[in-house]
Every structure is written in structure tokens, then in C-alpha cells.
């Protein structure tokens, strides 16, 4: 997790205690956080829905678009409060913990733990490797 993202994380698992809605709220600015953290997309800071439509445009997977969607909705409705009350459903404020484990681990952690794996594969290997997926591109 980066450490902008852990910061803002572990202070919503401190007042989520005594606050769901309080947790639900730094969760979502975790992920506003987070996004343009990811570089593979290579994201700007804007407001966090637009992000995520950025995200859904560049082919994230549905379940990771739901699981933002998610943490966005229930931390608005923190901020905004509507049909949804927070403080009633620890819960779904629990669960999101896990939901934005789950959003680190597929967009930022499994990859960079594959790449720095086979960064130390050697180099006549990966020659090997490139020679092979050149070789199985489909000719126009």
C-alpha cells in the first residue's frame, strides 16, 4: 500500500470504532488518493468519479470498477448524508477495509511483485521470451 494511501487508511481503522461513517469517508479519500498513485494508468488528480470513468475507459476489470463505485458511494454518503445511514451498517463500512485491500492488491501489488520477479529472469531469457511473442502476434 502506498504510503500516502496507509496513512489515511490506518486513520479510518482508528475512528472507525467510534465513527463508521467517519471510517467510510477517509476510505473513499483513500482511493481518491490512490488512484493517481497507479502508474500503469497513468491518472490525474481530478474528482474521484471522473477518475474512475478514466479507470472503466483503460479496461479495469468490472469487479474493480463495482468495488471503487463502492467506497466512493458509501464515503459520499459520510459526507452527504441520504438513504444511507453509516452509522447503522458497521458492516458495509467493515467490508470496505477489505474492498480497498482487494483494489491495492489487483492494481498495484500483484504487479509489481510479477514484474520484480521476472525482472531477474536473465537476459537470453527474456531475449528468448520476446524472440517467441513476436513470433505468435497474429500477421495482418
Same mark, same amino acid.
Not at 504510503?3 to 461513517?21: C, D, L, M, Q, W
Not at 498513485?37 to 481530478?46: F, H, M, Q, R, S
Not at 463502492?70 to 458492516?91: A, F, M, Q
Given at each position: 500500500m502506498p504510503?500516502?494511501?496507509?496513512?489515511?487508511?490506518?486513520?479510518?481503522?482508528?475512528?472507525?470504532?467510534?465513527?463508521?461513517?467517519a471510517a467510510a469517508v477517509l476510505l473513499r479519500l483513500a482511493i481518491e488518493t490512490m +488512484?493517481? %498513485?497507479?502508474?500503469?494508468? !497513468? *491518472?490525474?488528480?481530478?474528482k474521484l468519479n471522473t477518475m474512475i470513468g478514466i479507470l472503466v475507459q483503460k479496461g479495469i476489470p468490472d469487479h474493480i470498477q463495482q468495488g471503487l463505485?463502492?467506497?466512493?458511494?458509501?464515503?459520499?454518503?459520510?459526507?452527504?448524508?441520504?438513504? +444511507?445511514? %453509516?452509522?447503522?451498517?458497521? !458492516? *458495509?463500512?467493515f467490508y470496505m477495509f477489505e474492498?480497498?485491500?482487494?483494489?491495492?492488491e489487483e492494481l498495484i501489488s500483484r504487479k509489481t511483485k510479477i514484474r520484480k520477479a521476472y525482472a531477474k529472469i536473465p537476459a537470453d531469457k527474456i531475449k528468448g521470451i520476446l524472440n517467441r511473442d513476436r513470433n505468435s502476434k497474429p500477421k495482418d
Open positions: 504510503n500516502e494511501v496507509k496513512g489515511i487508511y490506518e486513520e479510518a481503522t482508528k475512528v472507525f470504532k467510534h465513527s463508521p461513517r +488512484i493517481p %498513485l497507479i502508474e500503469e494508468y !497513468e *491518472i490525474e488528480k481530478a463505485d463502492t467506497i466512493r458511494i458509501y464515503g459520499n454518503e459520510g459526507i452527504h448524508p441520504g438513504e +444511507i445511514v %453509516l452509522n447503522d451498517d458497521e !458492516e *458495509i463500512v474492498l480497498i485491500n482487494d483494489m491495492i
